[in-house]
């Protein structure tokens, strides 16, 4: 009886000890959503080569959230929505799908609802993609 115990003690230890989150990170991660701070037009930019990074790691937003050697194993998409007159605008990640050849990302413009402050906002989204796969923005 200590011996199928022991046993069971010990499979469930070691199952405890195991975190699959460590070894598959998630296909993605929404590092931030800003109303303002993005370009004056409509855009995205995949994010994919080792000089390009510093410019992400530049924003305040994102700078505690990126390490240099992200890139190795990772792209980033910076969304921009433009130039908006009214608060309110986000521009979001509805999912994000793998296939053998790429990833397929579909997004989604979040306009103001209800009354929205008049200032004119540079809405941008900057997403962190797990993969090196090339990417198809939806």
Known sequence: MKKVLSVLVL?????????KNSVNKPLFEVLTVQENGGANINFYEIISEPSEIPML???ENLKHKIKVDDIKKSNFILLN???KNYGGFTIIVEKVEETPENIIVYTKEVKP????TTVITYPYTVVKINSKKPIIIK
Do not use: V
């Not at 499979?11 to 975190?19: D, G, H, M, Q, Y």
């Not at 609802?113 to 929205?116: E, H, K, R, T, W």
């Open 11 to 19: 499979a469930f230890l070691l199952s405890c000890s195991t975190n």
């Open 57 to 59: 790691m530049g924003d």
């Open 113 to 116: 609802q209800g009354m929205a």
């Open 81 to 83: 929505l433009g130039e």
